[in-house]
């Protein structure tokens, strides 16, 4: 998730600045199309990645699944796909869907943005097992959000029923805000905003919803550490622009106690989740119990486990690395098909879902040159229960 300032200085998401998206994708018979870890105690090596999506014609950089396996992919408004219909559900076979159908599919520049996705940059499903989508509201034409587009959208994702929209005015979102990702914990949900930096918190019980490090600079990227790919790629534009993104990747431990967050070029940062919701407490005092974790290469995607892994797609190396509580980095997954895996996702039964979003060979970020190769694809594997000796965890994801 990756934004790049405008004109007038604010960033504006990767998935509203960079080329491309989604495509086909089958998750339905996940089980049999991805290997179990076979031993207790695997090195990355021995782990083999499976393709369970293969979209010939559309990038995809967000995937989410149900229990029983229902796949549904993210697919934003990018430079050459303006007519993408946002949000696909994955038949058996591999054939995509506009879901929830209708309008919400088939928005166009001047059309109604209330009630259509214009520029999906997230989905992610929780154990309640509905459909959470984030929807920046950018009109892709525009490149700014419109008024009413931005916005949260849950799903049933049986039947495509909108069970809420949430939506909030300029106290919450500022011009130049741009929601990037979510997370829940019990009655909180959690957004990152990307465009200015931010962390916005929503009290699914009470509706009350309040903003918090409002574009401060430990939420903020700097020019200083450019974003790059693979072997030292710096991804810029044909005039040498380069992407600047702000508050992105989130993850919350399974207890509750920390909140994980980051730019895509670092440094992995922490708070204490009780400071973060203490209402007595004024910015400079939460930003002062911010807690810098390690430095990080570019990363594009995370995920944590309950047993406090955190995982982060690593796109300078081509790999999925794994932080141990002690701080111990550990390589989980190293391919050379997985350039710039995306947004990660860990099943209930513990498979790991990857993206390969081939953000760098898009022309935004490779000097006006598309050097993409189709067909892009999404990655699968089964979780081992210990890497190097080190025991890894389920998914995180409590409602």
Known sequence: MTHITDACGHGLSRRATLWGLTGGLALAGLESRMPRAAAASRHAAAIQATVIASSPHYLCNAVAATRDGTLFLGAPRWDLMADTPSVFRVASDGALHPFPGGSWNAWKPGDDPRNAFLMV??????SDDTLWIVDQGIDPTKGASVPGGQKLVQLDPRDGRVMQVLRWGEDIL????????????GDLLFVTDSGL??????????????????????????????????????????????????SDMLEITADRKWFYFSTPSGPLRRIPTDILLDSSLTDDQRAGRIETVIDIPTIMGTAIDTLGNFYFADTEHGRIMVLTPEKKQLTLLEDDRLVDGDALFITTDRHMLVPVAQTERLPANNAGVNAVRLPFITLGFALPDTLEGHRLGGVVSSL
Not at 121 to 126: D, E, R, S, V
Not at 174 to 185: C, E, K, V
């Open 121 to 126: 940059n997230g989905l992610h499903i929780f």
């Open 174 to 185: 500022p011009p130049g805000s741009a929601m990037n990702d979510l997370r829940i914990a």
């Open 197 to 246: 930096g931010g962390i916005i918190i929503h009290n699914m019980r009470s509706g009350e919803t309040v903003r918090r490090l409002s574009e401060h600079p430990l939420l903020r990227a700097t020019a200083a550490k450019p974003l790059r790919g693979r072997d030292g790629h710096i991804l810029q534009d044909r005039m040498g622009k380069r992407p600047l993104v702000h």
